[in-house]
């Protein structure tokens, strides 16, 4: 089960709502690939060679898109094995996104400033 959580900035109250996590459709890879550009769906369907449960670490992030300068939530895909991590793209704008690993080191995209901090507001599955 995922979480809502608000995401603000203390200085200069902006403030977005991200899903986090994952729900129970997630757990198949053919429902995960399509949240992704369609090169980088083929590829994840490809590498998994046809295995029904394929290993793979999937859940929503928070993540800061440089270019509509807001916070949004995006798919992110692991895989075991030197598969590398698979991020989609920002649902806003289409843009390449960098996800926040750590939110209380992470500027805010309006004031610049490291004021961050994040309330769970509910669930989603």
Known sequence: MGAVVKVFCESCHAEWNCNT????????????????????????????????????????????????GGIVSVPVLRLPDGGGQHVGLCPNCGKGVRPIKVMAKTHCPVCKKNTLKTLETGRWD
């Open 21 to 68: 996590g994952c729900g129970m459709l997630h757990g198949m890879l053919e429902n995960v690939a399509p949240l992704f550009p369609k090169d980088v769906a083929d590829a994840l369907m490809q590498y998994t060679g046809g295995d029904e449960s394929p290993a793979y670490d999937f859940g929503f992030q928070p993540a800061v898109c440089g270019h509509c």
